[in-house]
Protein backbone atom coordinates (compact mmCIF):
# COMPACT_ATOMS: atom_id res chain seq x y z
CA UNK A 1 0.00 0.00 0.00
CA UNK A 2 1.62 3.45 -1.10
CA UNK A 3 1.46 5.71 1.69
CA UNK A 4 2.60 9.66 1.59
CA UNK A 5 2.91 11.95 4.56
CA UNK A 6 2.67 15.84 4.10
CA UNK A 7 4.39 18.04 6.72
CA UNK A 8 5.97 21.51 7.47
CA UNK A 9 2.90 23.68 6.12
CA UNK A 10 1.76 26.71 7.88
CA UNK A 11 0.90 30.40 8.44
CA UNK A 12 3.51 32.31 6.70
CA UNK A 13 4.02 36.44 6.23
CA UNK A 14 5.00 36.95 2.80
CA UNK A 15 8.36 37.19 1.70
CA UNK A 16 9.12 34.10 4.45
CA UNK A 17 10.00 30.76 3.73
CA UNK A 18 8.87 27.03 4.32
CA UNK A 19 9.89 23.97 3.62
CA UNK A 20 7.58 21.03 3.43
CA UNK A 21 8.31 16.91 3.70
CA UNK A 22 6.75 14.24 2.12
CA UNK A 23 7.22 10.68 3.55
CA UNK A 24 6.51 7.72 1.61
CA UNK A 25 6.25 4.34 1.69
CA UNK A 26 4.73 1.13 -0.75
CA UNK A 27 7.13 2.43 -3.29
CA UNK A 28 10.74 2.08 -4.40
CA UNK A 29 11.22 5.35 -3.44
CA UNK A 30 15.17 5.37 -5.99
CA UNK A 31 13.21 4.97 -8.78
CA UNK A 32 10.37 7.11 -8.04
CA UNK A 33 9.32 10.14 -9.68
CA UNK A 34 8.27 12.49 -7.27
CA UNK A 35 5.68 15.62 -7.70
CA UNK A 36 4.78 18.70 -5.35
CA UNK A 37 1.07 19.85 -6.50
CA UNK A 38 -1.31 22.30 -5.41
CA UNK A 39 -4.68 23.69 -5.09
CA UNK A 40 -6.57 27.37 -3.98
CA UNK A 41 -9.73 27.70 -3.34
CA UNK A 42 -11.71 27.77 -6.23
CA UNK A 43 -8.72 26.45 -8.56
CA UNK A 44 -8.01 23.30 -10.49
CA UNK A 45 -5.24 21.49 -8.69
CA UNK A 46 -1.85 22.64 -10.32
CA UNK A 47 1.59 21.21 -10.88
CA UNK A 48 4.43 23.24 -8.95
CA UNK A 49 7.40 21.13 -9.20
CA UNK A 50 8.12 17.37 -10.31
CA UNK A 51 11.92 15.35 -9.78
CA UNK A 52 12.81 12.41 -11.52
CA UNK A 53 15.33 9.50 -10.32
CA UNK A 54 17.83 10.98 -12.02
CA UNK A 55 17.42 15.14 -11.15
CA UNK A 56 15.24 16.41 -13.69
CA UNK A 57 13.17 18.79 -12.60
CA UNK A 58 9.47 20.79 -13.89
CA UNK A 59 8.85 23.87 -11.86
CA UNK A 60 5.62 26.47 -12.76
CA UNK A 61 6.61 29.20 -13.77
CA UNK A 62 5.08 31.16 -11.10
CA UNK A 63 7.47 29.65 -8.34
CA UNK A 64 10.78 29.42 -10.77
CA UNK A 65 13.56 30.72 -8.64
CA UNK A 66 11.61 30.79 -5.74
CA UNK A 67 10.71 27.29 -4.79
CA UNK A 68 13.55 24.01 -5.03
CA UNK A 69 12.05 20.41 -5.00
CA UNK A 70 14.47 17.80 -3.58
CA UNK A 71 14.89 14.01 -2.62
CA UNK A 72 16.76 12.46 0.08
CA UNK A 73 16.38 8.29 -1.32
CA UNK A 74 17.52 7.08 1.76
CA UNK A 75 14.86 8.68 3.90
CA UNK A 76 12.10 8.14 1.20
CA UNK A 77 11.87 11.82 1.31
CA UNK A 78 11.29 14.39 -1.13
CA UNK A 79 11.01 18.34 0.11
CA UNK A 80 9.63 21.57 -1.39
CA UNK A 81 11.49 24.30 -0.10
CA UNK A 82 9.64 27.62 -0.73
CA UNK A 83 11.23 31.09 -0.27
CA UNK A 84 9.81 34.66 -1.01
CA UNK A 85 6.24 33.35 -0.60
CA UNK A 86 3.63 35.18 -2.23
CA UNK A 87 -0.05 35.48 -0.75
CA UNK A 88 -0.70 33.35 -4.15
CA UNK A 89 0.75 30.84 -3.43
CA UNK A 90 -1.84 30.03 -0.61
CA UNK A 91 -2.91 26.79 -1.13
CA UNK A 92 -3.54 22.87 -0.10
CA UNK A 93 -0.20 21.12 -1.09
CA UNK A 94 -0.09 17.91 -2.24
CA UNK A 95 2.57 15.16 -2.66
CA UNK A 96 2.29 12.75 -5.70
CA UNK A 97 4.12 9.50 -6.95
CA UNK A 98 3.03 6.53 -8.80
CA UNK A 99 5.16 7.20 -12.14
CA UNK A 100 9.01 6.41 -13.01
CA UNK A 101 10.89 7.77 -15.80
CA UNK A 102 10.47 11.17 -16.41
CA UNK A 103 6.46 10.62 -16.71
CA UNK A 104 5.61 12.99 -13.59
CA UNK A 105 7.59 16.13 -15.34
CA UNK A 106 4.11 16.15 -17.30
CA UNK A 107 1.66 14.69 -15.03
CA UNK A 108 0.27 13.18 -12.16
CA UNK A 109 0.34 9.77 -11.04
CA UNK A 110 -2.34 8.10 -9.29
CA UNK A 111 -1.17 8.05 -5.66
CA UNK A 112 -1.89 11.45 -3.49
CA UNK A 113 -1.12 12.48 0.37
CA UNK A 114 -3.82 14.07 2.56
CA UNK A 115 -2.04 17.82 2.11
CA UNK A 116 -1.10 20.48 3.66
CA UNK A 117 -1.93 23.78 4.45
CA UNK A 118 0.07 26.57 3.14
CA UNK A 119 -1.03 30.11 3.90
CA UNK A 120 0.93 33.09 3.04
CA UNK A 121 -0.61 36.58 4.98
CA UNK A 122 0.26 39.74 6.57
Known amino acids: QVLLVESGGGLVQPGESLRLSCAAS????????MGWYRQAPGKQRELVAA???????NYADSVKGRFTISRDNPKSTVYLEMNSLKPDDTAVYYC????????????????WGQGTQVTVSS
Open 51 to 57: LTHNGRT
Open 26 to 33: GVIFRISC
Open 96 to 111: NTGLLGDLCLARPGNY
